[in-house]
């Protein structure tokens, strides 16, 4: 028993170990740098700039940091591993040591917050907890003062005054109450010449064929049954103020140590989950993940998402929240809440679903672990999607798909253009849902830096790194945890520079910015890792016949030898080492149906050759990628271009793949 509650007193321990008092005055009215927003980005961006000597004031408006990447979203959208760099990887890193693995993108919510408050803990980052935006009060283009109110009405309002703002907020309160210009929902597709904005009437998260939208069957004068709007169906492509639904990604455990029972949640309404049992008897539940993305997490967790025609997404539900009030937001919000709570409850308990699920669901319970002080529930929604900023530059579905580049790239993005439904109403005469895009294909892509700051006609001392300016089916690629963190960090690098030489953030050097991102990716100074790329021409050298593969690698595409041959096939890279010392070598090995058992690496340090064995059967990919980076050994290795690593492909019984090569240096 003294075990148990050891276990699940540990966590709880190092949270309050990390976790700064929740202040809710500042220590000063005025700073180099005011972070509004203590998302991943909102962390990111503070850490950034108070390690490069800034005075930097974060404001949070609830009691957590982290956002979704603390708040129950552990299965990390990643699309390609190549795109995420700098303090981004760190954190993810850092999430695989605690796991006691090189990386991990999946990860229980506690560990994550645990993990942004070692950020500012370490960087002596200022907090002001449980005070949110009420107004901001310019001078020209220049902000010189905002205006808060405490959440909980428990000290004075306070106003702050900074050189730089960054709105880093998941609503982009910041942003629009400065006067910058914004839009929300979806633009037309004749307005960027884009195909998969608008309305779009596809099959992905679709009811089934044939359900009726009636309170009583066949008669529509007994009302839409609940979650079924009354608007028409337009056609595909048109724009409109429509946002792609909320929901909040949950996580429950089977620990029977670590659980509380789903029990009935207060506001509970059975008929709100009519179109689930429809949906159910069109086709019956094999088990939970006929109706969610049940995902599991470490220690016996989940990341529970939506899934199919009717699931955790309230479609239709938020379209206000972006411009609302805190009193609206808050309603809806707490709507999501009931729904959920309900939707698990429903599931678990309501007779006319089957026994089997009914058992499945109540395996599961609220961790006695996670967001202690809230109830054992998420303290964050999931906003995938609020105010976009109308900037400098707009990211479309063109940048995404390689048809257009920015040469001002100061982050990447590398996901499926994707945005939940928007809207469930009636088409000819049965339920659907509208709205899912679901459109992939392409490689890693640069952000530009234009895309992150005002019209400088506008705001001159404002960056926006999350509600960014790009179009929605753009931004449906954009907005992911990771890529909000990269664009955090070059956010802040810009503000310091901005400051430094008295330049409005237009203004701002990009190219010293990447350069910085580069030499310095985690802004401590460390030396930098090397990477050599399979594209990199002038450091690889390939021999015999290898097949180029655009999808499921690590970068724009990998070499393949998928052939039984006796002919010799070797990919040999030459990296560049500028400082001699030790380093652990990893070459990413995407994990494929066909691979060779075996793959033979050798290894030469500059004194001699190693021969290392790679075991496909050992390689065990977690998460949404293709791969892992598989160590090599840790080696001493000379300045200079002496060291080699080459991928040998003769003989072998299945493909070989040579993917990238990384020289991390050894701590």
């Known amino acids: 028993m003294k075990n148990i509650l050891l276990y699940l007193l540990i966590p709880i321990l190092i949270g309050l170990s990390l976790q700064p008092s929740l202040a809710q005055q500042p220590n000063k009215k005025d700073y180099d740098i005011c972070i509004y927003g203590g998302t991943s980005s909102g962390v990111i961006a503070a850490y950034t700039a108070a390690k490069l000597g800034k005075t930097v004031l974060l404001i949070e408006p609830g009691k957590h940091l982290g956002g979704m990447s603390s708040g129950g979203l552990g299965l990390t959208d990643i699309g390609n591993k190549y795109a995420i760099s700098g303090l981004a990887l760190d954190f993810y890193r850092r999430i695989g040591q605690h796991y006691g693995k090189f990386e991990q993108w999946v990860f229980e919510p506690h560990v994550a917050e645990n993990l942004f408050l070692e950020y500012i803990k370490s960087a002596k980052v200022e907090v002001l907890y449980q005070n949110r935006l009420v107004s901001v009060t310019r001078n020209g283009t220049l902000i010189s003062e905002i205006a808060l109110e405490s959440t909980n009405k428990a000290t004075p309002n306070n106003r702050v005054k900074a050189k730089m703002f960054i709105d880093c907020s998941y609503e982009g309160d910041l942003m629009a109450k400065a006067g910058v210009s914004y839009t929300v929902g979806r633009e037309a597709n004749d307005l960027y010449k884009e195909t998969f904005n608008g309305v779009q009437f596809m099959k992905g998260h679709q009811m089934l064929e044939g359900i009726d939208p009636y309170k009583t069957p066949g008669d529509a004068s007994s009302g839409l049954l609940w979650g079924i709007n009354t608007g028409v169906l337009e056609k595909d492509g048109t724009g409109d103020k429509k946002v792609q639904a909320y929901n909040f990604r949950i996580c429950l455990t089977n620990n029977k140590e670590n659980l509380i029972p789903i029990t009935k949640p207060e506001h509970y309404q059975p008929e709100k989950y009519e179109l689930l049992l429809r949906q159910m008897e069109k086709r019956p539940w094999k088990s939970l993940q006929d109706g969610f993305i049940w995902s599991g997490m470490p220690n016996g967790k989940t990341d529970i998402n939506n899934r199919n025609g009717f699931s955790t997404d309230m479609i239709g539900m938020n379209w206000e929240y972006p411009d609302a009030d805190?009193?609206?937001?808050?309603?809806?919000?707490?709507?999501?809440?009931?729904?959920?709570?309900?939707?698990?409850?429903?599931?678990?308990?309501?007779?006319?679903?089957?026994?089997?699920i009914r058992s499945e669901l109540n395996q599961w319970g609220y961790p006695k672990d996670e967001y202690t002080d809230m109830g054992n529930w998420s303290h964050q929604l999931y906003v995938r999607e609020a105010r976009r900023m109308k900037g400098e530059l707009v990211m479309t579905q063109h940048h995404c798909q390689g048809r257009e580049t920015v040469t001002d790239g100061v982050g990447m993005a590398a996901y499926t253009m994707d945005s939940h439904n928007c809207d469930r109403l009636v088409v000819n005469g049965m339920v659907k849902n509208e709205g899912n895009v679901e459109e992939g294909g392409f490689g890693p892509y640069p952000i530009s830096y234009r895309a992150i700051v005002p019209k400088e006609t506008e705001v001159t001392n404002l960056l926006v790194p999350v509600c960014l300016s790009a179009s929605h089916i753009a931004y449906g690629s954009i907005r992911m945890e990771p890529v909000f963190m990269v664009l955090g960090q070059s956010a802040a690098l810009a503000a310091v520079q901005a400051i430094d030489q008295k330049l409005s953030v237009q203004k701002v050097d990009v190219a010293k910015v990447q350069a910085q991102l580069k030499a310095n990716p985690l802004a401590d100074g460390s030396l930098p890792e090397i990477l050599v790329d399979n594209s990199d021409v002038l450091k690889v050298e390939k021999k015999g016949d290898w097949a180029i593969h655009k999808s499921g690698g690590y970068g724009p595409d990998y070499f393949i030898a998928d052939t039984v041959s006796s002919d010799p096939k070797s990919i040999k890279y030459k990296p560049e080492v500028l400082k001699k010392g030790k380093y652990e070598l990893y070459i990413y090995y995407p994990k494929l149906k066909n691979a060779a058992a075996l793959t033979l690496v050798h290894v030469n340090d500059g004194t001699g050759i190693k021969e290392v064995l790679i075991k496909d059967t050992?390689?065990?990919?977690?998460?949404?990628?293709?791969?892992?980076?598989?160590?090599?050994?840790?080696?001493?290795?000379?300045?200079?271009?002496?060291?080699?690593?080459?991928?040998?492909?003769?003989?072998?019984?299945?493909?070989?793949?040579?993917?990238a090569l990384l020289l991390v240096p050894a701590k």
């Open 618 to 659: 050992e390689v065990k990919v977690v998460g949404q990628t293709s791969g892992e980076w598989v160590s090599l050994g840790t080696y001493s290795l000379d300045a200079g271009r002496k060291a080699y690593v080459e991928i040998l492909a003769k003989g072998s019984d299945g493909a070989v793949v040579a993917d």
């Open 326 to 356: 805190y009193q609206k937001r808050a309603e809806i919000w707490k709507a999501h809440v009931d729904y959920t709570k309900g939707l698990l409850y429903f599931v678990g308990n309501d007779p006319r679903v089957d026994a089997h």
